[in-house]
């Protein structure tokens, strides 16, 4: 009633070694977190060029030394630049990096690492911060 059968199981049998190589929960987490953050940092390295301020060079490297932690040791590529934007750039900008802290954070506290977290959260309030204050308007002449 029931044919056999006739293919090699994709599953590995207890006891053999798998062909192919396997990475623990806490190392996925550790790869999507990096790779969060590496994306946050180069919004942030990017609006650094289009709006300097002090406070986006520290965030800048303080997500550079996480993301280097995360990758044990190997420092994420670093984006340069020197033009200077116009406001909803900026404010699209800050949107796409506060869309990241979220991701961010959201890895961080699964893999409960808590200096990404915190780092994260910090991330997430600056991006709201700047969303929310009030512009001043272009004045004509």
């Known amino acids: ?64 030394e996480q993301v280097t932690r995360l990758r044990a040791g190997v420092p994420p590529i670093r984006a340069s630049g020197t033009a200077r934007g116009d406001e909803p750039r900026v404010a699209a900008l800050h949107r796409r990096a506060l869309a990241l802290a979220g991701r961010a954070l959201v890895v961080a506290a699964s893999r409960a690492d808590t200096a990404a977290a ?11 911060a700047a969303l929310a204050e009030p512009r001043e308007p272009i004045a004509a002449g």
């Open 1 to 64: 009633m029931y044919e056999p059968i006739r293919t090699k199981s994709v599953h590995t049998m207890a006891g053999t070694a798998p062909d192919f190589p396997h990475r623990s929960r806490e190392e996925e987490l550790d790869i999507q977190l990096a790779g969060h953050l590496a994306a946050l940092l180069a919004v942030t390295d990017e609006l650094r060029t289009l709006a300097p301020a002090p406070e986006l060079d520290t965030a800048a490297e303080r997500l550079a």
């Open 118 to 128: 915190i780092l994260s959260a910090e991330r997430m309030d600056a991006h709201t």
